[in-house]
T-cell receptor
Framework: EAQVTQNPRYLITVTGKKLTVTCSQN?????MSWYRQDPGLGLRQIYY???????DKGDVPEGYKVSRKEKRNFPLILESPSPNQTSLYFC??????????FGQGTRLTVV | SQKIEQNSEALNIQEGKTATLTCNYT??????LQWYRQDPGRGPVFLLL?????KEKRKERLKVTFDTTLKQSLFHITASQPADSATYLC?????????FGAGTQVVVTP
């Protein structure tokens, strides 16, 4: 089954404690990206990757890091989380000119 | 800056009627535009993609139009059903980035 898998689904952490949200896709898609979704602000792109070892900033990259060492994986790293990073996060993948597949979402709370 | 606008007010519609949603954009020259459906707490689900050289695209009860002169796309749900109640998002890609509109909530009542 074609899917994008994110882990964990829910995470509560404390300010400053490094965390990683994993994302994996099984469709051999070149393009992968991370979004955060906040009430009233919609989906905003954090980082994207057009292929292995190629990553670039989206609209809200501050406080986040990513890497793309393999085609199927695109982890999101928060080196020092802060409460303003409390949000619902989505990973997505797609091929050029095609619709995107989204993961189930990760609800992150930073206290 | 690039901007995508969708009606922020919820669209309340009676079952069986046609729902029409609007997506307007500025400072884009998109090769294509996408529409997604999102249910609360879940990831968006891709519905339709329409390319710049296509005026209209259909999929079952869904129809999308794309006017690159007006910089507008219209999304229609015909013969709407309560199960169509969700938020619908339009999306554009520019310079590698994807940008989504804030979405329009559709509520279909029996």
């Amino acid at each position: 089954e074609a899917q994008v898998t994110q882990n964990p689904r829910y995470l509560i952490t404390v300010t400053g404690k490094k965390l990683t949200v994993t994302c994996s896709q099984n469709m051999n898609h070149e393009y992968m990206s991370w979004y955060r979704q906040d009430p009233g602000l919609g989906l905003r792109q954090i980082y994207y990757s057009m292929n292995v070892e190629v990553t670039d900033k989206g609209d809200v990259p501050e406080g986040y890091k990513v890497s793309r060492k393999e085609k199927r994986n695109f982890p999101l790293i928060l080196e020092s989380p802060s409460p303003n990073q409390t949000s619902l996060y989505f990973c997505a993948s797609s091929s050029p000119g095609q619709g995107a597949f989204f993961g189930q979402g990760t609800r992150l709370t930073v206290v | 800056s690039q901007k995508i606008e969708q009606n922020s007010e919820a669209l309340n519609i009676q079952e069986g009627k046609t729902a029409t949603l609007t997506c307007n954009y500025t400072n884009y020259s998109p090769a294509y535009l996408q529409w997604y459906r999102q249910d609360p707490g879940r990831g968006p689900v891709f519905l339709l993609l329409i390319r710049e050289n296509e005026k209209e695209k259909r999929k079952e009860r869904l129809k999308v139009t794309f006017d690159t002169t007006l910089k507008q796309s219209l999304f229609h749900i015909t013969a709407s059903q309560p199960a169509d109640s969700a938020t619908y998002l339009c999306a554009l890609r520019g310079w590698g980035k994807f940008q989504f509109g804030a979405g329009t909530q559709v509520v279909v009542t029996p």
